[in-house]
């Protein structure tokens, strides 16, 4: 019996990598033998051209299904909206850019015909990236995982197929405010990885600037670990610690040698020291406090205008 699978991609703005993005996926999935497809584009609130490219493409070939969303939520929202939508016996997550190449994808079938529930696409090469982001990208990984319950693969990124099964699982997790590579990881499952040589951009820039990448990263570290909260527990034992070390210091010179002049430098540098302290630790208990917040609104991850 042949086998139906669905294929998610989130568009934002990628007006210019429509068509390449079509004339490369279509050879590649017509070539996998008893299978049938869907192409699910979800739009996420594009300002260009983008989703009436995307209509077009439906209207040309029925297997193109397009979710336009009413605003632009955010490329975690948009694969929530795809998994959401999509009906296949298995899914399978690429970008339009195609830097994770469509070729890859006759093997993850392969895989998960074998028994396989998720199959991971690796990143072996990314010299396509810049030095500073592969840079941050390893440091990413490797604080993440020494932080985290839930291990991160390295190298991995959106780019996978699952089973039915993991689509199910995942659509059962409640939160609001989603890390996608984490929960993917979460619900665990039978898993295969696949390496490949990441691509450069078939077309168009990139959406994530290096203030979105640091946003996504903490969203990162808050989503699976408590330890960046926990570490001003230990920073405030130390320093007390050190103050009640300091203040019997201070007693005994004292009642050895008198009181002596108060070093308004030291002073100023410990005031200046603790407060940013205080201030830091202050702001990181503030980003599990907004967590709580959005949390508790339990506003809907996405808002569909319109499927076509």
């Known amino acids: 019996m042949a086998s139906q699978l669905s294929l998610i991609v989130p568009f934002y703005n990628e007006e210019a990598a429509i068509g390449h993005f079509a004339r490369s996926i279509l050879p590649v999935i017509d070539s996998i033998a008893e299978t049938g497809w869907e192409i699910v584009c979800v739009d996420d609130g594009s300002s260009d051209a983008t989703l009436r490219e995307l209509i077009r493409l439906s209207e040309d070939d ?3 299904r397009v979710l336009e969303l009413s605003r632009n939520f955010g490329k975690e929202a948009a694969l929530t909206a795809g998994l959401d939508a999509a009906t296949g016996d298995a899914v399978i997550i690429i970008d339009a850019d195609l830097q994770d190449p469509p070729e890859v994808i006759p093997e993850m079938v392969q895989a998960w015909r074998e028994g396989a529930e998720v199959v991971l696409g690796k990143r072996i090469d990314r010299s396509s990236d810049s ?3 592969r840079k941050t990208a390893a440091w990413f990984y490797a ?6 319950h839930i291990r991160i693969p390295e190298n991995v990124g959106d780019f996978r197929l699952m089973d039915r099964c993991v689509v199910e699982a995942l659509r059962k997790l409640p939160e609001r405010q989603r890390f996608m590579k984490g929960l993917f990881a979460w619900v665990g499952f039978r898993t295969v990885t696949i390496d490949y040589v990441r691509a450069p951009r078939a077309a168009g820039t990139t959406k994530f ?3 979105s990448l640091w946003n996504f990263a903490l969203e990162g570290f808050t989503s699976f670990s408590s330890v960046p909260i926990r570490l001003w527990t230990y920073l405030g034992t130390i320093g007390a610690a050190l103050a009640i ?5 201070i007693v005994f010179r004292t009642i050895l040698w008198g009181n002596s002049v108060p070093g308004y430098a030291s002073l100023f540098v410990a005031i200046i020291f603790f407060s940013s302290v205080q201030i830091i630790s202050i702001g990181m ?6 967590r709580i917040y959005m949390e508790t609104k339990q506003r809907p991850i996405y808002v569909l205008r319109r499927k076509y």
């Not at 604080?143 to 985290?148: G, M, S, V």
């Open 245 to 249: 070390l300091y203040a019997i210091f």
């Open 285 to 290: 208990l503030g980003e599990y406090i907004g």
């Open 143 to 148: 604080l993440h995982n020494r932080l985290a």
């Open 209 to 211: 600037s290096g203030y």
């Open 131 to 133: 030095m500073l982001k």
């Open 62 to 64: 029925r297997r193109f």
